[in-house]
């Protein structure tokens, strides 16, 4: 015998399932009117490490700032030394300004970071220094989502991943606005692990950077081990590509100075230092540098480093004395 009798249409679907889904409808219409209307703030998503990196650079390019001297390049760039240091260490009529990303970023990506610079500050750039490891030298590939990031900054775009299911989803319902927009100006995100407990939070990794005027730290220790990466550094016929295609971001007057930075003593082959010259001679003849550091170390002693790539924090301070030293010989 039954005990009940259950009288169920196709309507009554729709009836249980629609006011579920009138809440994340909503949501999405204000969200994709408020940035389409420009009534919420423009992006600024910084959500990660890597992004708020990429997106506090981007963000000091475009600022009025003073700086004649400018540092770009790849990550060693960015935590070798504090620039705020540095200027400390130079004459004082000069200002410095790091604007140096990641590896992930290519030098047509730096040449941006510099013409948004010389857009914003006519008139007041009178060095370029172009830093980089022999890694990057070597030709790293770039990372398209991280140029795509930095493109959709420059163009106050929300960054939706089109390239997924889940992507289009996000985009779709307004997740990526939200995040974006609003949660990432007043949520700040924790960093992971080393990161984390050295900086905090992004939004403290952010500060951190505009106070060190666009430097980092690498709160991390380096610890020989086999199997840490190849030795084996060379100039890549890519990268003399992009040198000379670099060369044009520069305005009228402006002097182009090139360095390598170091790399811990115990991780290189006894041939390096002579190997880091024809380097250096290399980029800086297809760059046409007007000048080379070529005084800076090629090596530092292993207790200086975070990484295979990084100086941490002892020898950040260390570097940016000796970094110091050698570009005031070509200062005008």
């Not at 992004?51 to 540092?71: C, K, M, N, P, Y």
């Not at 900086?199 to 086999?226: E, N, W």
């Amino acid at each position: 015998m039954k005990s009940h009798t259950y009288d169920f249409k196709g309507s009554d679907l729709g009836t249980l399932l629609g006011w579920p889904l009138v809440l994340p409808v909503l949501l999405a219409a204000v969200m994709h009117l408020g940035a389409a209307w420009r009534l919420l703030p423009a992006p600024r998503p910084i959500l990660d490490i890597d992004r708020t990196i990429l997106i506090h650079q981007a963000e000091a390019s475009r600022l009025r700032h003073g700086a004649d001297v400018v540092f770009l390049g790849d990550s060693s760039c960015l935590m070798d030394f504090s620039a705020k240091d540095l200027e400390g260490w130079l004459p004082p009529d000069h200002r410095v300004l790091n604007l140096a990303t990641l590896s992930y970023v290519d030098l047509p990506a730096c040449a941006g970071l510099l013409r948004n610079y010389v857009a914003a500050n006519p008139d007041r750039l009178r060095v370029v220094v172009l830093l980089l490891h022999p890694e990057m030298l070597r030709g790293i590939e770039p990372v398209p989502q991280y140029l795509a990031w930095l493109q959709k900054f420059y163009d106050g775009a929300d960054a939706c991943d089109p390239n997924t299911v889940s992507g289009r989803l996000s985009c779709l319902l307004g997740f990526d606005i939200l995040k974006g927009r609003l949660l990432s100006r007043v949520l700040p995100v924790p960093l992971a692990k080393s990161y984390g407990r050295y900086y905090g939070f992004t939004t403290d990794l952010h500060r951190f950077l505009t106070a060190q005027q666009g430097s980092a730290i690498d709160p991390h220790q380096f610890v020989p081990q086999p199997g840490q990466g190849n030795t084996e550094y060379r100039l890549s016929a890519k990268m003399e590509t992009a040198g000379s295609a670099f060369r044009s971001a520069l305005p009228p007057g402006a002097q182009l100075i090139v360095g390598i930075t170091p790399s811990p003593q115990s991780f290189v082959t006894a041939d390096y230092p002579v190997r880091h010259l024809t380097m250096l001679a290399d980029w800086s003849q297809c760059l046409q540098a007007d000048g080379v550091l070529a005084d800076l170390p090629p090596t530092l002693p292993d207790r200086f480093f975070a990484s295979t790539t990084h100086l941490n924090e002892a020898g950040a301070q260390l570097y940016a004395k000796i970094l110091a030293r050698s570009l005031r010989q070509h200062l005008r």
